[in-house]
């Protein structure tokens, strides 16, 4: 039983070490793929709705923006209504992009799922959204500084 999220992670980090060596071409490094696809699948989206997508800290995603910014990915807008909020644009650049990753990504799903049925493949999903959902409620508590009891 506890095996599960160390596999879980084992797959995470080989997928995201093999993106990040595949998307260093396209000057996307360090996971930052993942916020492009986001952006563009969410364009304007402020950073708090993107921290609770990818599962990232402020600090973390601030970074990344920056960079995405710095690289010509992503524009930052005031939003019209309040101007405390940017938000977040993919560019021309990220659009381009874009397809390729989900290419990526396709071709990830299609290597991982090799061999399952497509029964076994919606069990799977259902599974891995099942965990994710526990998980998120601890993620959300202790990202506000709670501690959590073992």
């Not at 996307?28 to 709705?49: A, D, F, M, S």
Request: net charge neutral.
């Amino acid at each position: 039983m506890a095996e599960i999220l160390r596999e879980i992670g084992m797959i995470a980090r080989a997928l995201d070490s093999i993106s990040n060596i595949e998307f260093k071409e396209l000057e996307l490094t360090k996971g930052q793929y993942l916020y492009v696809v986001r952006i563009c699948e969410n364009p304007g989206i402020i950073q708090e709705q993107l921290l609770d997508l990818i599962k990232v800290d402020r600090s973390t995603a601030t970074r990344a923006i920056q960079k995405l910014e710095q690289h010509g990915f992503v524009e930052k807008h005031n939003d019209p209504d309040n101007k405390k909020i940017k938000r977040i644009y993919p560019t021309e650049k990220a659009r381009q992009v874009y397809p390729l990753i989900i290419l990526e990504n396709n071709y990830s799903n299609n290597v991982a799922l090799k061999g399952f049925s497509d029964e076994e493949t919606v069990h799977v999903l259902i599974y891995l959204q099942r965990i994710r959902k526990n998980i998120e409620t601890d993620w959300e508590s202790v990202k506000k500084g709670n501690k959590r009891e073992y």
